[in-house]
Nanobody
Framework: QVQLVESGGGLVQAGGSLRLSCAAS????????MGWFRQASGKEREFVAF????????AYGDSVKGRFTISRDNTENMVYLQMSGLKPEDTAVYYC???????????????WGQGTQVTVSS
């Protein structure tokens, strides 16, 4: 069955870095756009980044541009989110997701992971 498993979350001080990973299985990973979303407590889900099936196109939410980098490895069925310059407002549960379109709209994503908590202390 389809599985997306995130890892790499944790507690970090403001200004620090974390690298999130997402392991995919059960579907043809290499033809899917992969995205990262986040949801802070009491807030709506927010688009963070997506990367096209080939890795040739990426897009980022305004709040993370210049600080986060999304990448993928189609040989390993992995997608990554390198986060630097972390701020307390980046605190959230981070989810990876898969869909066949280039979209920031989470409603269009077919598959979701369970999420990994990122907490940034001030």
């Amino acid at each position: 069955q389809v599985q997306l498993v995130e890892s790499g979350g944790g507690l970090v001080q403001a200004g620090g870095s974390l690298r999130l990973s997402c392991a995919a299985s059960g579907f043809t990973f290499s033809i899917y756009t992969m995205g990262w979303f986040r949801q802070a407590s009491g807030k709506e889900r927010e688009f963070v980044a997506f990367i096209s099936w080939s890795g040739g196109s990426t897009a980022y939410g305004d709040s993370v541009k210049g600080r986060f980098t999304i990448s993928r490895d189609n040989t390993e069925n992995m997608v990554y989110l390198q986060m630097s310059g972390l701020k307390p407002e980046d605190t959230a549960v981070y989810y990876c997701a898969a869909n066949k379109r280039f979209s920031e709209n989470g409603a269009l994503y077919d598959h979701w992971g369970q999420g990994t908590q990122v907490t940034v202390s001030s």
